[in-house]
């Protein structure tokens, strides 16, 4: 795809001992492993906007700006991450399509600790160095005109980011930000500093095997949120099961390559021909990671990205990104 980036995702079996772990799994969508006319087609996604990388005061940033911008939204990478890696993944690529296509525009800047690689939820914000940069680049994009003190603004943020962007949404708004709605992916807002998110429209989404934030959390925040009478939405992935051109959708795959994955998982005991998993989901992110390190699986880093939202992991999962990018669009009144 000329001048557009094409944006991808970027032990173990032993803790199975003898038992046998039956098979699990969303079997709703049947199909026949030895029939590829039943198998579910996985078009690659692929970018609906073009990105620009261009660095904010030296750290990464990555951005699009529509011709006509309905609202902007700050993108929150997670522990570790940068703004431009987390917009280069299929399934965040997948939500921003939807959201661009509602007229919104995006900026995933990077955090200011550069050893650590996580937003700073623990300093007030009036002494905070990540809120000091973000108050400076929406000055810069005011003053550039790529946006007015009235273009709403929401935020969203997976797993750090995503407690970071809870953080936001209490903070910003007495710096004058017209916050329309926060999205929280694989995390809670459970900071140091307002461990719950601000009173306005908040979208939560989950998996349900995620080893870093109970799902149960995720849920009583929702629920807290909402019977204050704020608006809110959780959307929980649950784990499905694996098919055998699944692959195909990070766009590295063809169809007979996504097939040798699948077959190789069935062979090497990870899932079971109609792809239900047969490992403890407690040990998903050690099983999936031995599977495609000893299995000389073909592009490890796709494959496990790929593994990890099939099994409803510690992912970002865009299975909901119409319903959300309508969300954080026109949030419902409460």
Known sequence: MQGIRVLFLMAVFACRSGEDVPATGDTSAA??????????????????????????????????????????VVLLHGTGGDGPNLVDTTETVAILN????????????????????????RTAPDANADVARLVRLRETLITNSVLTAETPIVLWGFSNGGTFASYLSNALPALGWPI???????????????????????????GEHDDKIELSQGQAQYEDHVASGRVGAWRPHLEGALEPLRFMRTGYY?????????RQAVDAGLVNAQGLRLFPAESLEGAINAFTRDNDVLYEKPATAVLKVVFAGHAVNGAYAD????????????
């Open 98 to 121: 939807a959201l661009v296509a509602r007229g919104m525009g995006f900026v995933a800047p990077t955090s200011d600790d550069r050893v650590g690689r996580v937003w700073d939820t």
């Open 254 to 262: 063809d169809a007979s390559e996504s097939v040798t994955i699948f």
């Open 31 to 72: 199909w026949d492993e030895t029939d590829p006319s039943t198998w579910t087609p996985y078009p690659p996604v692929t970018p609906d906007f073009r990105v620009m990388d261009a660095p904010f005061e030296d750290l990464p940033l990555a951005s699009y700006r529509p011709e006509a911008m309905t609202a902007l």
């Open 180 to 206: 329309r709605a926060t999205a929280i992916h694989g995390m809670t807002g459970s900071g140091d500093r307002y461990r719950t998110p601000g009173p306005g429209p908040v979208w939560w989404s989950i």
């Open 323 to 334: 319903e959300e990018a309508a969300f954080l669009s026109a949030p419902p009144m409460p």
